[in-house]
């Protein structure tokens, strides 16, 4: 009777929510939700939702653990700004709390494999970053991310790029100011998302998502992110940029098919549960997600970078 109490308690500090029947010899997948958002976001990625919807455009194939950032909430203008610091120090405390907890079950179940595939929305993309550089815990093989930024400053010059004031000299400044005055937890000065993947294990396998119409975390946001990857040696690096797509709504618009397939096609290259179909139609948009940046012509290699120095990408 203990040994289920202890089970049942930490399946609810948790939020735990599996879509099928727990089995001990099988990968896990662990969602971080974006801002204005709990973990129930999570659902848009499975096949399957706690009330039985099906998802035909899903990326998480296996069983699914979920929590909630210190300001979940479903609305923004309910947020709970006090506790929000944007990828920093409390989401990536509580990040690896759930992390913890989520091998705490595994431990209890006497699970055989003890594989997690961290998964993440924006905020909680960025804050998987920043997690995995810290920490770099030995059971997460691989990352699927969707529009993590690499740093406020990059979203704030966005922003006001899209009122023609960037032009302003310091209103970035200003800006990351306000920021940090709304939302308590943020530091203008503190730890970002690209001071820190250089330092995640050179060999785990990264899947970056982006969209062209994100009007919030901009394609280059995540490209440099990328970019600092490739530079810092990390080989099992990829990103998918698509055409089609807002924010947080990329799987569901025109390009969503192929994202979906990209994603199968990454955890088959990488050995982990995917649908083979899909996987062995999106091979060749996988082969595509590694672009080149600012490197002159290789002889032995046949690369050019053009001259934006990024191959085309899917």
Request: proline share 4%; aromatic share 10%; glycine share 6%.
């Amino acid at each position: 009777m203990r040994y289920i109490k202890k089970l049942f308690l930490l399946a609810a500090i948790l939020a735990v929510h599996t879509m099928q029947c727990p089995k001990k010899n099988t990968t896990s997948y662990l969602f971080s939700h974006g801002i204005a958002h709990a973990h129930a976001q999570a659902y848009w990625y499975t096949q399957l939702t706690p009330e039985g919807v099906y998802n035909e455009r899903y990326t998480i194939p296996g069983r699914l653990f979920t929590f909630d950032f210190p300001d979940a909430i479903n609305n923004f203008w309910q947020l709970n700004f006090t506790k929000t610091s944007l990828a920093q120090g409390n989401e990536i405390i509580s990040l690896k709390r759930a992390y913890d907890e989520t091998i705490a079950v595994l431990d209890a179940e006497k699970s055989i494999n003890k594989d997690l595939v961290l998964v993440g929305l924006s905020r909680g993309a960025s804050t998987t970053l920043s997690f995995m550089g810290l920490f770099n815990p030995k059971e997460v093989k691989a990352l699927v991310l969707e529009s993590p930024f690499d740093s406020i400053a990059t979203l704030i010059q966005n922003i006001l790029r899209n009122l023609y004031l960037h032009w302003v000299p310091g209103l970035d400044t200003v800006g990351h100011s306000l920021v940090s005055m709304t939302f308590a937890q943020h530091n203008k000065n503190g730890i970002r998302p690209l001071d820190t993947v250089d330092t995640i294990k050179k060999d785990l396998p990264i899947l970056l998502i982006c969209s062209e119409q994100d009007g919030v975390v901009p394609a280059t946001s995540t490209m440099e992110l990328y970019k600092k990857l490739q530079e810092s040696g990390h080989q099992h690096t990829y990103i998918f940029k698509a055409h089609k797509g807002d924010h947080a709504n990329i799987l569901q618009d025109a390009d969503g098919q192929n994202y979906q397939r990209v994603v199968h096609a990454f955890y088959k290259k990488y050995q982990l549960p995917h649908d083979s179909a899909l996987a062995d139609q999106g091979m060749s948009l996988l082969e595509q997600c590694q672009p080149y940046f600012a490197k002159p012509f290789d002889k032995s290699s046949g690369v050019n970078a053009l001259e934006n120095g990024q191959r085309s990408l899917p």
